[in-house]
């Protein structure tokens, strides 16, 4: 294929999740493909490293794999991963909640002993969730494949055209509307245990929603069906594991990866992709590019081409919330004030769908949240290869922070810049967490902070540390992803396909775009 056009077949602009899979797809059908990393290593997103202390290895960023899992692209490439290291480390308690008051609920991986601890909390509410969960196996074909393939298309055309059939025209716009929901109505409505309710409302800041999010109802179902098959796996080693084992799938299928190389240009003729050109000058000629990059990256510096539809559109395109990063290492393992958690992959510490919205609307206005949700993971119970035996790493996620500080909610940390709430903020974080287990300040043996300006530094597709990649409202979502003219990351340049977070199926290590991309070019 397009031997004439010079070495490589396609050049993958980024190595995150989507570009690894795009890439490997691509490697093992024959092409010859190139991967090209601006940071010195590779994996976006997948980064393991000893942040705290020699010898705990934390995942900086991502850490579960659920998505991947679940996916297409972990359907295709598991197989070949796990032949060059890649492992999933599982919990049967994917994920639970603790409230202020010190109650919590854990889900199992046991639908049956969910069901009943559900009821015994409140009649009903186990069979609610059974129904919930129920509903999205029963709707699994269509409704996966709307939210993992390429929407515009004829395999799309045709499920609608069979829902229609199935449903009715009424049938299926009834299906679409309650598929709108907010998670705020469905929780409130649906359920009365303030637990089950507390269980589910953080997981739609994971989707970059909030409770009163539109459609956000229909993501919290999938994650509630999702976490219950499947789990919260992790990558066994780290999350940078996995990054290493698609290099090898790569590299061992004749691609080549090179890092510390920053794409600055997409060169073009005639409306059609000739090649890349890089910082240093060196132009790369290949027939087809995959461009793993923000919106703003691709139309206002790779391409010189005059687009004026795209160019307006990243005007108007909308960078989520920002993300903070905590990571602690310990003395031993943490002993919960609550019985049940020691074993559970990630906590959230919330009491509510009120709570989860009060600082996921705080950050959004750009104010510290005064009580930030607070997602704790315990990678060591999983894999213990993690930390020296005995002791405990933990991963904090705190999807509220604001991309630019205006204020404080608590009116106590008075700096506008990162560099000076960090730490601040983070002491905020840790005397939350450290409300819920034993002697946490003796056990405590180092922290590690990153603030989403931190994030944004160490992969700049994080713009404003924003984990996703661009606002996930459904006005940027689906087939509106990134912008409401866009076509399966196809557009003005042939040759060009966008991939990557800002672009459908969205955020998150399932690697669809990646994936999606492959396929149309042959994979
Ligand atoms: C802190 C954090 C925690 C998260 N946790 C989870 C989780 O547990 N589970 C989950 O499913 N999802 C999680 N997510 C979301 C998920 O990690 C991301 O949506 C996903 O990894 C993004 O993948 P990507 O393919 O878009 O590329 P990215 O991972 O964003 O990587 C893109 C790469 O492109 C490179 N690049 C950019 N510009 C250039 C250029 N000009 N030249 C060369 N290279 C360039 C960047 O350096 C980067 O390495 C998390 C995200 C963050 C930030």
Redesign the pocket.
């Known amino acids: 294929m397009a031997a004439d056009l010079g070495k490589f077949d396609h050049v993958i602009?980024?190595?995150?999740?989507?570009?690894l899979v795009a890439a490997s797809m691509l490697a093992l059908k024959g092409a010859r493909v190139l991967v090209?990393?601006?940071?010195d290593r590779i994996?976006?997103?997948?980064l393991t490293e000893e942040v705290t202390l020699l010898g705990f290895r934390h995942d900086v960023?991502?850490?579960?794999f659920v998505?991947f899992m679940t996916s297409s692209a972990g359907a295709a490439l598991g197989p070949h991963l796990a032949r060059h290291g890649f492992e999933y480390c599982h919990s049967p308690h994917p994920t639970a909640v603790l409230r202020p008051d010190g109650t919590a609920l854990v889900l199992t991986m046991d639908a049956a002993k969910n069901v009943r601890s559900f009821n015994a909390l409140s009649a009903g509410d186990g069979d609610q969730h059974a129904r919930d969960v129920g509903g999205i196996a029963a709707d699994a074909p269509f409704l996966f494949a709307l939210l993992g393939g390429n929407l515009w298309s004829w395999a799309t055309a045709k499920l609608l055209f069979g829902q229609v059939r199935k449903r009715g025209l009424r049938g299926l716009a009834a299906w679409m509307g309650s598929a709108l929901t907010p998670a705020r109505g469905w929780l409130q409505s649906n359920y009365q245990s303030p637990l089950v309710q507390a269980l589910w409302a953080p997981w739609v800041l994971h989707c970059g929603l909030t409770p009163e999010s539109t459609y956000s109802a229909q993501m919290g179902k999938v994650i509630a069906f999702a976490l219950e098959a499947a789990g919260a796996p992790i990558s066994k080693g780290g999350a940078g594991q996995a990054a290493l084992a698609f290099r090898r799938l790569i590299e061992a299928h004749g691609g080549v990866i090179r890092t510390g190389?920053?794409?600055e240009k997409i060169t073009t003729h005639d409306g059609r992709v000739t090649g890349v050109r890089l910082a240093g000058g060196e132009a790369i000629a290949c027939a087809s590019v995959l461009a793993?990059?923000a919106p703003d990256?691709l139309y206002g510096r790779f391409l010189d081409v005059n687009l004026p539809e795209e160019q307006a559109a990243v005007r108007q395109f909308r960078h989520g919330r920002g993300?903070f990063?905590l990571h602690y290492a310990l003395d031993r393992h943490p002993e919960w004030l609550t019985a049940g958690l020691d074993d559970v992959a990630l906590i959230h510490l919330a009491d509510g769908v009120d709570s989860v919205s009060k600082s996921a609307n705080e950050a959004e206005r750009g104010m510290l949240p005064a009580t930030p949700t607070i997602c704790v993971g315990q990678p060591h119970r999983l894999d213990p290869s993690r930390c020296p035996e005995g002791k405990a790493i933990l991963w904090l996620?705190i999807p509220d922070a604001p991309r630019v500080i205006k204020g404080d909610a608590s009116g106590e940390i008075a700096t506008q810049d990162w560099e000076g709430a960090r730490e601040a903020f983070a002491d905020r974080i840790e005397v939350i967490l450290s409300r819920h287990i034993k002697d946490f300040d003796k056990i405590k043996l180092a922290r590690k902070a990153y603030s989403p300006a931190d994030?944004e530094r160490m992969?700049?597709?994080?713009v404003g540390g924003d984990?996703?990649?661009g606002a996930c409202s459904i006005d940027q979502f689906f087939i509106w992803r990134p912008f409401a003219h866009s076509t399966n990351g196809t557009g003005p340049v042939r040759g060009l396909i966008h991939i990557?977070?800002s672009t459908h199926p969205g955020?998150?290590?399932g690697g669809g775009s990646?994936f999606n991309a492959a396929k149309r070019l042959g994979a």
Request: some cysteine; hydrophobic content about 35%.
């Open positions: 602009i980024g190595s995150g999740i989507n570009g090209l990393e601006r940071e994996g976006g997103c997948l960023m991502a850490a579960t998505l190389t920053d794409v793993s990059v990256q993300n990063q996620q994030l992969n700049c597709n994080l984990p996703y990649g990557g977070a955020p998150g290590l990646g």
